[in-house]
């Protein structure tokens, strides 16, 4: 179950992954990678946004609405959550993240697109 805390003067939000999952398939949020360029284009979430923390610029970032608000994940919520306390700490109101990242997407046996070695071309996982 989401849980919401205050930080930073907004709202934080930290979702699971079967949370994500749902509404990211009902196209009801806009996600946002914060990993690196290269992890990224090694495998990702499918559709993902990449916005990685070296450059993150909160203000850069897509409008978010109530009716599609903006979850920021990584490899495993560690800079997903820093990021979005960056997101908050620069005025926004609030934010949500995906607790476990990456790895915790992939362990749910979610799909994603991964690097063909052959080819260089990204492919469906699993």
């Not at 820093?82 to 476990?100: N, P, Q, T």
Request: hydrophobic content about 40%; charged content about 20%; some cysteine.
């Amino acid at each position: 179950m989401a849980e919401t805390e205050a930080v930073n003067g907004g709202s934080l939000t930290t979702m699971s992954v079967e949370e994500v999952k749902a509404l990211y398939d009902e196209n009801r949020i806009v996600l946002i990678d914060v990993r690196t360029p290269a992890e990224y284009a090694f495998e990702h979430i499918g559709g993902a946004l990449l916005a990685p923390m070296s450059g993150f610029d909160p203000a850069r970032l897509p409008t978010q609405s109530d009716d599609r608000p903006i979850v920021l994940y990584c490899g495993s919520g560690m800079r997903s959550r820093k990021m979005s306390e960056k997101y908050l700490a620069a005025g926004f109101g609030k934010i949500a993240h995906m607790a476990g990242g990456f790895g915790a997407w992939k362990q749910s046996g979610n799909g994603f697109l991964g690097t063909d070695p052959a080819t260089g071309a990204h492919v469906p996982r699993p």
